[in-house]
């Protein structure tokens, strides 16, 4: 049992770079590998940022949370939504239940941890937060001690931009500070669990695949970025192996990530397809690229409209829910099938067979709270991404439709665990991300709640 715990988060960490193609220029990960246990952790669904990181937390499924992605319908509105911020994560997170066993922890850059809430400890909020004019730490006096260490903190950075090198500049300044400030933590604040979320992976990954992949559709050969990636994996690695020194034998480390990544091959246009399937009315096409809630639909004659993202969400407009329903509650089942089968048929832009996933929320979970779609839909096992934009008289584009960006997210993140005390080197089969939570609990000597849904990892 370890006196400590050191979660290592770094976002959109895919297993496939860390475990294979990277390792042996890794040398502090590699260590943790050979001398731990790693592998595979599949994500939540949807597999996003918001709430893969708040299951990993709280080992409590999205449906029982009520958060679906980053935005949510309101009320079944056709246009108003809310935004996931800390004041929707409910159920309890690690620190909140190990504050109220009497233990201390610094938490840093976890989504969405803003606004601000009191804690036992110290915490640092992440990129949901609007700028660091705000309230961004708890306590407040930690604001001012950031600044003395590295000037303007960088919470986030711009990532779909053309300007290439400045991203790449941008992004390793970040990190840089963000490291600092993680060590000055380790060193003066107490703790028997922290953990922090390096964004920069992520941001990384979106804005650079296409540079160092040359499977991908738009890579070219010999272009200048295409060492940012290994560059960039090396810096954390450093970093890793830094943290390693500062904290004691009794520390145990873990190294997670809340989603996988990979190329993205385009992105498929929801709302253009049910448009010519007949389900979504317009009263006149946009002559720009428009979201949903900004088009001119015509309400009494759509069926059906769909969301943008990872995953694209479609909302029936059902009489008795919608303002203006169309679809009678007797015949949603058989709509909804129908439907279904018609999302799950659609191929790809040269006729290539598709490997579709559509599912009624709950369909995944066990309950289904807050305002879930009426279908989740996952195109080609998450290569192509939705849109949910119209306005490109075409249902297949090269690129996101919101801006430069060129990987999507993949089911599987990755997981390392290392005890300084005890040799393992293991590689586990494949993990849950809801098994994180209730394996800290485990190291710390603590008693798993009875809510967390995920086993303990104990290889």
């Known amino acids: 049992m370890a006196k400590k715990v050191m979660v290592i988060g770094l976002d959109c960490g895919a297993p496939k770079l860390f475990f294979e193609q990277f390792r042996d220029q890794l040398p502090n990960l590699k260590k943790i590998m050979e001398n731990g246990a790693y592998g595979r952790m599949r994500t939540t669904e949807p597999p996003i940022t918001i709430p893969a990181w708040m299951v990993m937390m709280t080992s409590v499924n999205p449906g029982s949370m009520g958060i679906y992605g980053f935005r949510h319908r309101t009320l079944n509105s056709y246009t108003d939504f809310w935004i996931a911020n800390s004041f929707k994560m409910t159920k309890p997170k690690l620190w909140e239940i190990l504050g109220e066993k009497g233990m201390d922890s610094i938490v840093v850059g976890v989504p969405p941890t803003f606004p601000i809430k009191p804690m036992k400890g110290h915490m640092i909020s992440g990129f949901i937060t609007p700028g660091i004019e705000n309230d961004y730490t708890h306590p407040l006096s930690l604001k001012q001690e950031i600044a003395d260490l590295v000037g303007e903190y960088i919470l986030d950075i711009t990532f779909r931009t053309e300007n290439k090198q400045q991203l790449v500049d941008e992004l390793f300044e970040m990190t840089k500070k963000r490291h600092e400030v993680i060590k000055y933590l380790i060193k003066n604040k107490p703790w028997q669990f922290f953990m922090f979320v390096e964004i920069g992976l992520d941001r990384l990954h979106h804005g650079f695949w296409k540079y160092f992949d040359k499977e991908h559709h738009l890579y070219e050969p010999g272009n200048q970025f295409e060492n940012v990636f290994l560059e960039y994996y090396k810096l954390l690695d450093k970093q890793v192996g830094e943290i390693m020194e500062l904290v004691d034998d ?153 801006g430069p960006d060129d990987a999507v997210h993949d089911w599987y993140g990755i997981f390392m665990l290392y005890d300084p005390k005890k040799k393992i080197g293991k590689k586990l089969p494949d993990l849950s991300i809801m098994d994180v939570a209730p394996t800290v609990m485990d190291l710390l000597g603590q008693e798993v709640p009875p809510q967390m849904e995920g086993k303990i990892i104990r290889p």
């Open 250 to 402: 009794e520390t145990a480390i873990l190294v997670v990530s809340d989603h996988g990544a990979k190329r993205m091959k385009g992105c498929f246009c929801i709302n253009e397809w049910l448009i010519k399937q007949g389900y979504l009315v317009l009263n006149n096409y946009p002559e720009d690229i428009t979201r949903p809630g900004k088009a001119d639909i015509n309400w009494e004659k759509t069926k059906a409209w769909g969301w943008g993202g990872y995953y694209s969400r479609v909302f029936l407009n059902m009489q008795g829910r919608e303002e203006t329903g169309v679809i009678p509650q007797e015949d949603y089942d058989k709509e909804m099938n129908i439907l279904k089968e018609k999302l799950l048929s659609i191929k790809g832009p040269n006729g290539e067979e598709w490997k579709n996933m559509v599912y009624r929320p709950e369909e995944r979970y066990p309950e289904t709270n807050g305002d879930p779609p009426d279908l989740m839909v996952y195109f080609d096992d998450l290569s192509w991404r939705s849109a949910g934009t119209m306005g490109h008289n075409k249902m297949y584009l090269p690129e996101n439709d919101m």
